[in-house]
């Protein structure tokens, strides 16, 4: 009989550990799972807000290039202000130095070249505000109106005057699910040359052609 205690107080000295082992597997299964299902949703995460910074990217690219064009449209040539709307917030168009500027107004835009280079876009994919650093050049080629000539004058007395580049800093306010231009900040007037854009190709310097050599009689030989 007291044999038989003894083995019962063995095994049940036995079952404790096992029943410790089994807790501590069953603690590191949940916390495995748990890690797994963290590393998941922080994937998720990177990979849901690395689509929505490129497409806010992306967007504000666009919006900054189409919107510059045509503001500065509106400044040299008769542009869709009414399509301004579609880019910059009324509140930002309403005190817009460039929309009255009369610089342009007595002169015949023939030719142009707009040129911006998009420098920096700072956005977050939660934030309702960003800004892009961009530098502006536009080559123009015109003549005076012949109604602003006197008799004694000639178009070539008054020459267009030219586009002052500028760096700007641009501010976007997200409304309604579209990026509205709300503020434009100049940087820097005349930038240096690297921020150049894309030359124009039609100021590019032609290349010399390089001259044919003539053919000589040969000397005749004299006896």
Known sequence: ???????????SG??????LHRL??????MLYIVRTLLLIIMAAILCIGAFLTAERYSNLYILTSEGMALRAECVFADGARNDLE???TLSFLGSDPAMTDATYANYTITDYNY???IEKISVLPWSMSATVTATERVTLKGTINA?????????????LPAWTPKRYKIKFLNANARWYISEIS??????GSSNLGTPDPNESPIPAATPTPKPTDAPVATP
């Open 147 to 159: 109604d602003q000539l006197g008799e004694d004058q000639n178009a070539a007395d008054f020459p």
């Open 14 to 19: 036995y079952e404790e550990p096992k029943d």
């Open 1 to 11: 009989m007291i044999a038989n205690e003894g083995e019962r107080m063995t095994n």
């Open 115 to 117: 040129d911006l280079t």
């Open 86 to 88: 579609e880019y910059f």
């Open 24 to 29: 501590r597997v069953a603690r590191r299964s």
């Open 186 to 191: 100049i940087l820097e007037e005349n930038p």
